[in-house]
């Protein structure tokens, strides 16, 4: 007997949180319910390739029974790593130490995705389930969606990412602004598109920094790759700028003036874009938040301890939070579903705290004068 037997669960949002969860707890025979917007898995664009890490995702893959169909679809090579300054000069070539490591593979987030929704029953998650509301129902929560229909449920958790709905449900706690927006973009078939940029990617990934401010760019499974400027702005700078962000034109002239002295070969990827630009201010929640557990509602990801990228640590979060929080659900020893949730919203509290000092430490570094001798260390 355990706390989940013969209660209906929803999980909101079906990212690689959400829906590890989801597997995690039909494995012990649950009864769950993934609620995600989207209409179906390929509804938006993916972003960047994920590095999971061993002590995290890569242990939420394991806990979850899908090592061999992670080490089936991960990207082999594509944790290599070159480190450029703005001259787009090699400063760091991690080919050769990196060859036949896979501490930290890399998997595009498509094959990821996939493999979790093989992973669950039939019709586990229903799509095109925008959420709306939420209130209180017999002991239980009803859920309310855009397209007028609901969903009941004894547990509910949220998995919905950085503007998470379900949040202030929780807590009234928001995330404070980092200090850093990046510009995303995304290029296809790379080699055709940008040759000298896919030449210096040689499959894997580039860090490119100089006068305070970073280029990245990854490359991803089918030929494509997607890069993000990070540079120090105004919190609204996105909203005050005047750029359009889906005129290539506006963004190119952008560049050229915010990266003035960088070499003209970072150029081919702005001219050859696919799609609109995507503006992203950096936010992270504050290290010391708290709040009491509720008996039948809580968090896990970016909704619960939203950070910026710049330690690779949000999708490994996320996982790691859906095992423990799976493990704290089936744990015999907690009498009910909120000693359960504390137990498991304490430890998450607690890691996620010191994971997001560190990346925001590696945010301000990344973006200051010494920023490549930084990095260096840290992978020398």
């Known amino acids: 007997m355990n706390l989940i037997n013969n209660k209906k ?21 649950a009864e769950v319910k993934v609620y995600e917007r989207d209409a179906h898995k390929d509804a938006r664009p993916k972003g960047a390739t994920l590095d999971l890490h061993e002590e995290s995702g890569l242990l939420a893959i394991r806990e ?25 000069n090699i400063i760091f070539d991690g080919d050769a130490e990196r060859e036949g490591d896979i501490s930290r593979p890399e998997i595009d987030r498509g094959p990821l995705q996939q493999i979790l929704l093989d992973s669950l029953k039939p019709n586990t998650v229903v799509w ?53 927006t990046m510009v995303e973009g995304a290029v296809y078939d790379s080699e055709k598109s940008t040759p000298n940029i896919h030449k210096l990617l040689n499959g894997g990934k ?32 996105s909203g005050t ?9 506006q963004v190119l002239a952008w560049f050229k003036t915010e990266f003035a002295g960088w070499d003209n070969v970072w150029l081919e990827l702005f001219e050859n874009a696919t799609g609109s630009f995507v503006p992203r201010p950096q936010y992270c ?14 968090m896990l990801g970016d909704a619960a301890h939203l950070m910026p990228p710049y330690a690779g640590e949000g999708v490994n979060m996320a996982m790691l939070d859906a095992k423990e929080l799976s493990q704290c659900l089936l744990n015999p020893k907690f009498i009910d ?17 010191e ?8 945010t301000a570094a990344l973006h200051a004068p010494e920023a490549i001798s930084y990095l260096l260390d840290i992978v020398g």
């Open 9 to 29: 669960i929803a999980i909101v949002g079906g990212g690689p949180g959400g829906l590890t969860l989801a597997r995690l707890l039909q494995m012990n025979g």
């Open 64 to 88: 979850a029974g899908l090592w061999e169909a992670f080490m089936a679809n991960y990207r082999p090579g594509a944790d290599k790593l070159r480190i450029l300054d703005k001259g787009a």
């Open 128 to 180: 095109g389930s925008h959420f709306v509301s939420l209130s209180e129902d017999n002991g239980g929560w009803k859920i309310e969606f855009k397209d007028g229909t609901f969903a009941v449920a004894d547990l509910v958790i949220a998995a919905d990412g950085a503007n998470s709905k379900i949040r202030p449900y929780i807590t009234s706690i928001q995330p404070f602004y980092a200090g850093i």
């Open 206 to 237: 580039i860090f490119a920094m100089g006068d305070d401010k970073s280029l990245i760019v990854s490359s991803k499974g089918g030929g494509s790759l997607v890069f993000y400027t990070g540079s120090h702005k105004e919190e609204m700078w």
């Open 241 to 249: 700028s005047g750029i359009d962000f889906s005129d290539k034109t």
């Open 285 to 298: 929640m504050p290290l010391d938040q708290t709040w009491e557990a509720l008996p039948n509602l809580t």
């Open 337 to 353: 579903l909120q000693m359960a949730i504390a137990a498991y919203e304490n430890q998450m509290r607690s890691r996620a705290s």
């Open 355 to 362: 994971i997001a000092g560190i990346t925001l430490e590696s």
